[in-house]
């Protein structure tokens, strides 16, 4: 974990793993409190149906998975140099995210399709985060 990361952060990583089966999961997002409560409603969901459209890590609670089986580790705040430029915020968000995806080789993450910065672009490469 890089710093300290809180639920009242903003623009976090977050890591889930389930160990019911050992799969871990990476997210983004702008506030910690707000985008947990999906994950907790999804879970809570008798039916399920939402889960169903929504990403990965709610998949996998659809799928005879219980909070009691996951933990969840907020592992990094992005950084304030990195928040300068308000409408970069969400692509340099993407970019962490994915580095954390590829550090952890993340397999609820493994058919999202990962953002440019691991492309061969030089301009890419040389803003990455990781």
């Known amino acids: 974990m890089r710093g300290h990361v809180n639920c009242d952060a903003t623009h976090v990583i977050y890591v889930w793993t389930c160990w019911k089966c050992g799969l871990q999961g990476v997210g983004e997002?702008?506030?910690?409190?707000?985008?947990?409560?999906t994950y907790f409603q999804a879970v809570e969901d008798a039916n399920r149906t939402r889960a169903t459209e929504e990403c990965a890590i709610h998949k996998h609670f659809a799928e005879g998975h219980s909070l009691s089986d996951m933990s969840l580790c907020l592992?990094?705040?992005?950084?304030?140099?990195?928040?300068?430029?308000?409408?970069?915020?969400?692509?340099?968000?993407?970019?962490?995210?994915?580095?954390?995806?590829?550090?952890?080789?993340?397999?609820?993450?493994?058919?999202?399709?990962?953002?440019?910065?691991?492309?061969?672009?030089?301009?890419?490469?040389?803003?990455?985060v990781c």
């Open 75 to 128: 592992v990094e705040s992005l950084p304030p140099i990195l928040r300068r430029l308000p409408s970069e915020i969400p692509a340099h968000r993407k970019r962490l995210e994915n580095c954390w995806i590829h550090r952890l080789d993340a397999k609820l993450n493994s058919q999202r399709f990962l953002h440019h910065s691991f492309s061969g672009d030089s301009a890419a490469r040389s803003r990455r």
């Open 29 to 37: 997002c702008t506030s910690p409190k707000t985008r947990l409560l």
